[in-house]
């Protein structure tokens, strides 16, 4: 049966990555149909909202989008479209693999093979009581965690890792000093472990993690945590890996999920030509994983490994002088 998704080409390198990308997945024959729809600076120009009503309604319908990034325009009056979709589809997990692959400018050149299961709802971006003093001295906002949303991502981290073949959960936090909010999560995220014995889990402070993440990342499997903890976390994971040409993220709820980049739109080198398509490759693999489509999830990866391996048409951010194009072109020749 064929499967709509919603595609969103987005900003900036938004189109060239997306069109390399459904290049790729085209020539898998994988029965898929594309369901174009605007949002960001081009829905803007085109229908004078940043992310139209039939955008939000094509999701819903389709229930899975491929999403380019998009660019918030800096300035009050501008709530993140990232953030507002997360939000009005409820996608409460935000999958983050950062895996060693051959050839990146890597610090670590292998042996990272790790995933950020971040909160993705609540916490500090619920961006409410936000409150600067009229003197400009004193600035306030709030977190919330609720025992719900705590549960629901912890238990989604528990089953992934059952359902994958992974090992090991760490719950990240910061309990010892944000007693109320992380204390919650954390006294949450204890008793979903102890429904899960088949899978060793332990407890890291945050402050703690980011050395041992630099020090030794290979101690870590999936890590689960709130959303501030989880956005700072994943790019540094991103960083250990050879950087965001190569991070993907899906944003998982009951009812919809979205796969997207975990990089933005690059207005730096946009139009040239040379941004590299992994990222949103990689995301497209997330979302076949999603679909029930393992194997092809996997043709998908090896092909892109294996593109790496040749030193075939890197672009220029892994070091090579490949294009958008002639990379995702190498890629589909190894599928
Ligand atoms: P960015 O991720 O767009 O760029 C950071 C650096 O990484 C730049 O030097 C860029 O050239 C490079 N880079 C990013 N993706 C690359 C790729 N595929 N290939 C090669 N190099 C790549 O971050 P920045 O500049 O902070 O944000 C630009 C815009 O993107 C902002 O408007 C921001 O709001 C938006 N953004 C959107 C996201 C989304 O839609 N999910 C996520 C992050 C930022
Ligand atoms: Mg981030």
Same mark, same amino acid.
């Given at each position: 049966?064929?499967?709509?998704?919603?595609?969103i080409r987005g900003d900036g390198i938004g189109p060239e990555i997306m069109a390399a990308?459904? *290049?790729?997945?085209?020539?898998?024959?994988?029965?898929?149909?594309?369901?174009?729809?605007d949002a960001g600076m081009v829905a803007q120009e085109? *229908?004078?909202?940043l992310?139209?009503?039939?955008?939000?309604?094509?999701?819903?319908?389709?229930?899975?989008?491929?999403k380019a990034p998009l660019t918030t325009p800096v300035g009050? #009056?501008f709530?993140s479209i990232n +953030?507002?979709?997360? %939000?009005?589809?409820?996608?409460?997990?935000? +999958?983050?693999?950062?895996?060693?692959?051959?050839?990146? %400018?890597?610090?670590?050149?292998?042996?990272?093979?790790?995933?950020?299961?971040?909160?993705?709802?609540? #916490?500090?971006?619920?961006?409410? #009581?936000?409150? +600067?003093?009229?003197?400009?001295?004193?600035?306030?906002?709030?977190?919330?965690?609720? *025992?719900?949303?705590?549960?629901?991502?912890?238990?989604?981290?528990?089953?992934?890792?059952?359902?994958?073949?992974?090992?090991?959960?760490?719950?990240?936090?910061?309990?010892?000093?944000?007693?109320?909010?992380?204390?919650?999560?954390?006294?949450?995220?204890?008793?979903?472990?102890?429904?899960?014995?088949?899978?060793?889990?332990?407890?890291?402070?945050?402050?703690?993690?980011?050395?041992?993440?630099?020090?030794?990342?290979?101690?870590?499997?999936?890590?689960?945590?709130?959303?501030?903890?989880?956005?700072?976390?994943?790019d540094?994971?991103a960083?250990?890996?050879?950087g965001l040409g190569?991070a993907?993220? /899906?944003?998982?709820?009951?009812? /919809?999920?979205?796969?997207e980049a975990v990089h933005g739109s690059a207005p730096d080198i946009a139009g040239k030509g040379i941004a590299n398509p992994?990222a949103l490759?990689?995301?497209?693999?997330?979302?076949?994983? *999603?679909?029930?489509?393992?194997?092809?999830?996997?043709?998908?990866?090896?092909?892109?490994?294996?593109?790496?391996?040749? %030193?075939?048409?890197?672009t220029p951010d892994?070091?090579?002088? #490949?294009s958008t194009?002639?990379?995702?072109?190498?890629?589909?020749?190894?599928?």
């Open positions: 049966m064929t499967q709509t998704i919603t595609v990308t459904l *290049h790729v997945l085209d020539a898998m024959k994988l029965d898929l149909a594309y369901e174009e729809a085109k *229908h004078g909202e992310l139209p009503q039939a955008t939000l309604d094509s999701i819903a319908r389709n229930r899975i989008a491929l009050e #009056g709530t +953030v507002t979709l997360r %939000k009005t589809f409820d996608l409460y997990a935000n +999958v983050r693999p950062a895996k060693s692959f051959p050839n990146t %400018k890597s610090r670590f050149p292998a042996g990272i093979d790790l995933i950020t299961i971040r909160e993705n709802t609540e #916490g500090l971006y619920i961006g409410e #009581g936000q409150t +600067v003093s009229e003197d400009g001295e004193i600035a306030t906002s709030t977190s919330r965690i609720t *025992h719900k949303g705590a549960e629901r991502v912890v238990r989604y981290a528990f089953e992934m890792a059952r359902k994958i073949g992974r090992k090991k959960v760490t719950i990240v936090h910061k309990a010892n000093i944000l007693k109320s909010t992380s204390g919650l999560f954390l006294k949450t995220a204890r008793v979903i472990a102890a429904q899960y014995p088949d899978i060793e889990c332990n407890e890291m402070i945050v402050d703690n993690t980011c050395m041992q993440l630099v020090m030794r990342p290979e101690q870590f499997d999936i890590i689960v945590t709130t959303n501030l903890f989880g956005d700072i976390i994943s540094l994971c960083g250990l890996v050879g190569l993907p993220g /899906a944003n998982i709820g009951d009812n /919809a999920a979205i796969f992994c490759l990689l995301a497209a693999g997330q979302m076949l994983d *999603h679909l029930g489509m393992p194997e092809q999830a996997a043709r998908l990866r090896n092909a892109i490994v294996e593109t790496l391996e040749a %030193k075939d048409n890197l892994l070091g090579g002088s #490949g194009t002639s990379f995702a072109e190498a890629i589909t020749r190894r599928l």
